[in-house]
């Protein structure tokens, strides 16, 4: 009787974990802009699903297993709005790429709990990323595991095609056509900047066409000039071509 009862019980899967995205505004900061990059790199991918913050359940019955990747990539799922990401619903499709973005209250054993779950639960590529320090670190699967990059300097991800540089200021990542990983405002300000260069483009062109005109006008009176002289001799028997 107690297994009926148990059995006919829905298990529930909650699609919050009650934690914040992000710690402080560095952190979000990250997290949106490694999101937003990546979502608009395989935009044109219908089976790649790109999401920030989402709960992912990879057993099936076992909702006690579960975290929320700052950010994770899957290939072979359709995009589209989920409350959290159920691995039997997807084909048993787990995550292939996972970033992490640190906050000042992470701890080291709850960082070493997800590199755990990610290597026992399919991960092919995870990322580490320090918004403090401007640090980064990277795993991916070799053998069966993940073990550690040993240089993320000029690292390409075989899944992403991305590629990772270390600059002044801390790692930058690349898209395949070279182009920086930009937030929404630095995209704002470059598109601003595209505009003006455009405008002044414009009114270059339309200066240049003034001054065509404007030579065009003078030499138009330059020729009506000179017939009307021309005029003007042959009226006082002079042939101008003789002049």
């Known amino acids: 009787m107690t297994s009926q009862v148990a059995a006919s019980v829905s298990i529930v899967y909650p699609e919050s974990d009650g934690m914040p995205m992000a710690d402080n505004t560095k952190q979000f900061h990250a997290i949106v802009t490694i999101q937003g990059n990546l979502d608009a790199i395989f935009r044109e991918r219908a089976d790649v699903f790109v999401a920030g913050d989402l709960l992912w359940y990879p057993v099936e019955g076992r909702p006690d297993i579960r975290r929320a990747p700052d950010v994770m990539v899957v290939f072979g799922r359709p995009k589209g709005d989920r409350g959290s990401y159920r691995q039997w619903e997807e084909d048993n499709i787990a995550p292939q790429v996972v970033f992490e973005v640190l906050s000042p209250n992470n701890t080291l054993t709850e960082m070493a709990a997800k590199l755990e779950f990610y290597d026992m639960y399919g991960v092919e590529e995870y990322y580490l990323y320090d918004p403090d320090t401007g640090d980064m670190s990277g795993w991916q699967r070799r053998e069966g595991r993940l073990r550690v990059i040993p240089e993320l300097d000029g690292w390409n991800s075989p899944r992403l095609g991305i590629t990772f540089r270390r600059t002044p200021d ?16 630095e995209l704002q300000a470059q598109a601003e900047q595209e505009r003006q260069r455009a405008e002044q483009e414009r009114q270059r062109a339309e200066q240049e066409q003034q001054r065509a005109e404007q030579e065009r006008q003078r030499a138009e009176q330059e020729r009506q000039r000179a017939e009307r002289l021309a005029a003007r001799l042959r009226e006082l028997g002079i042939n101008p071509d003789e002049v």
């Open 170 to 185: 801390g790692f930058r990542m690349y898209w395949p056509d070279g182009r920086p990983f930009l937030s929404f405002v």
